[in-house]
């Protein structure tokens, strides 16, 4: 049962992605090519990386940083996964009325995406991974401890989100179990002298050398299966929903409702976007005061605060498409030009990711202060964050409803992600080397990137009006 | 002897301040129709959500077949065709009823079924189309191949002929009969009161979550002294003179 589960859902994803790609064959060839050659072009940059750290690379400061900031960021992704992951109703109502387990439900759910996932950003991760460790004290080895640690805090995270969820359906027992877990994780690192990495301690060990890269090996490994099964039984055992009756603000029975104001409250609304800004929040300020207890130099707090919070606040913006798509027959019939409704779109996820990102980088360089750079940086990375989450929505549209849609529009992200990264990490460098000021080339390529957005928008949303 | 199919006992259910449904009693016979019908939000479809263990209940007790609503035995025991079917838009029709059956553990029996009511329904070459890709009347008849050919104890049917064409709404009383005289239960929510009295053998009224009145269908429309189904629609609810009321009030549109 649990097999033909899996297989139906798998096949719809999968025909759900051909007939993207068939949508539009030369993004979905670009992407399918840049996504290969990632993990070639991770290699030059990871040994690049860790070249410039490899003199540092024995401290055990250094080295926990080095562990915590993609795992941090991971963790927020999988926080944003796990709120995105559909309930059993996803099935449809006639199928989840039926006997399958809700275990069987999850996993169906989870299979294909997280397959794809794993093709499309494993090679890359571990290419980097393996060059930057190789670098360092602990050699090539420890690079596989590093990847598997950034994959075990996908789940760590999605285990916490699962957490917040459950609080927010008025159910406390869980919440409180992960607290217990959260405070064993820091007790358990502090036990081992690196209290943010918690179980991950040993890899920390493994790339400054002064420990087995076998430790932080099983180490992350088994963190990544225990939290993966424990995620997948908290998801498939989620408490209802409290009441799908609730007093809104509404937006009344006024004579003209902006379109901004509309498609705001619309993204705004729903509760899988609000949840992974909740979860953004709360990594991207976990980030920065892990930085600051840990005396790291402005704007590293600064940094690790803004990236990490921008994993899980593009989720607006990787949505908004869909949303858009949904009731297209209202705003393709409307009176208003279709342009504008689609720059609102693009508006919309754009304030939509940028808005966490403010608040908490800001309480970042507050505490620890922050460089006009640095703040180029982050504007730069935000605005190209949302334009490729908006790329990735408008291909693989984030719905309402169908099993497991949002899990494949996060692989599409994912995928986007690491192609528009390799493209601009090819043509940026030549561009400056052609004598172009550092801010002209991030316009330009933020430019392009926002272009293609509001391209891939218009297409999707003339395409389902058709 | 087989268990009842269906057996609702003083459930309620709440949403937050709103009650959806309070002291429900109902009892779903083996072999026979009944029909759920009321004014849109009075809890017909919470009632069909709460028997199919989509949603938990807050008081009561419903009973599938002999096990509680919600557990595995209760779950293969019902087939459900939803108000609107959803999920699966890539699966053909014919997918999405091969899927149902390896779900629900039948064999050729049900491969049979559903060739016989895809047939009565007209459905043929439309069950290798993509589910996405039908219109929403065709797509609620592939549902109802899918859950009819189950064979289940208990059929519940949402807004039953919503979006049906009527040639499908005649085959769709004729399949429902067809299922009660085999020995299944029919439960099922309404607001054709034509389709109504013609198919069900009991109808139960519901308003604001309440049990307002019930009975067959000739025994309602000789208690209210009515001549039509409406009618007595309208007189259960107290408000027998509103086509008048809002023809009074519509001459200010």
Known sequence: MRFELCRAVARCQARRLRAMAAAAPLPAALVVILVALAPLALVRIGCAVGTEIAA????????????????????????????????????????????????????ASLL????????????????????????????????VALALAVVSALPAGAVVAEGVQAAGRGQWARPLGVGVGVGAWVATGAAAGAAPLGMLAPVGRALAGSGPAWEGIAAAGSTAAGLGFLWIVLAASRPERRSPVRRRRSLGLAWRIPVPAAVSSLVVRRDDVRLANVAALGFGAV??????????????????????????????????????????????????????????????????????????????????????????????????????????????????????????????????????SLLMGLVAPRLTSLGLPGPAVAVLVCGALISAALLSLRRRLESDAQ | MDPVPLAVEGVGKRYGASVALAGVDLCVNAGSIVGLVGPNGSGKTTLLRSTAGLI????????????????????????????????????????????????????????ERSLILATA???????????????????????????LSLGAPLILVDEATATLDPEAVVVLGEALAARAARGCGVLLATQDLHFAGEVCDEIVLLHRG????????????????????????LAALGDSRLRSRVRDAFRAL
Request: net charge negative.
């Open chain 1, 112 to 143: 294909f995406p997280s397959l794809l996932a794993m093709l499309t950003l494993l090679p890359s991760l571990v290419s980097f991974c393996l060059a930057f460790a190789g670098e360092l004290p602990g050699g090539r080895v420890a690079g």
């Open chain 1, 56 to 107: 540092a690379g024995s401290s055990a400061d250094v080295s926990t940083a080095l562990v915590l900031g993609p795992v941090l960021a991971a963790a927020a992704a999988g926080a944003a996964l796990a709120v995105s992951l559909p309930a059993r109703e996803a099935l449809g109502q006639q199928i989840a009325a039926g006997p399958c387990g809700d275990l069987a439900a999850v996993t």
């Open chain 2, 56 to 111: 938990t209940i807050d008081e009561g007790a419903i009973t599938v077949a002999g096990a509680p609503a919600g557990s595995g035995a209760a779950r293969a025991s019902i087939a459900l065709v939803p108000d609107e079917p959803s999920g699966f838009d890539e699966l053909t029709g014919a997918e999405f009823i091969s899927l149902t059956h390896a779900l629900w553990g039948v064999g050729d029996e049900a491969r």
């Open chain 1, 287 to 420: 980030g920065a005061l892990v930085a600051v207890a840990a005396g790291a130099e402005a704007p590293g707090p600064f940094l690790l605060a803004a990236t990490t919070t921008l994993l899980g606040s593009v989720v607006g913006a990787l949505a908004v498409c869909g949303i858009l798509s949904t009731g297209y027959w209202m705003w393709w019939s409307s009176p208003h030009g279709r342009p504008s409704i689609i720059a609102t779109a693009w508006y919309v996820g754009l304030v939509g990711a940028a808005v966490p990102v403010a608040i908490v980088a800001a309480v970042a360089a507050a505490g620890s202060g922050a460089s006009w750079r640095a703040l180029e940086f982050v504007a730069v990375v935000v605005v190209a964050g949302a334009a490729v989450a908006t790329i990735a929505g408008s291909l693989a549209l984030w719905r309402g409803e169908g099993v497991g849609d949002q899990l494949s529009s996060f692989a599409v992200f994912a995928a986007v992600a690491v192609a528009a």
């Open chain 2, 121 to 147: 329904f007209g459905l043929g070459d439309r069950l290798e189309q993509r589910l996405g890709t039908l219109s929403r009347g065709l797509r609620r008849q592939a549902s109802a191949v899918a859950a």
């Open chain 2, 210 to 233: 309440v049990v307002i009145d019930r009975g067959a269908p000739s025994a309602l429309r000789a208690r209210h002294s009515a001549d039509s189904l409406e009618d007595v629609f």
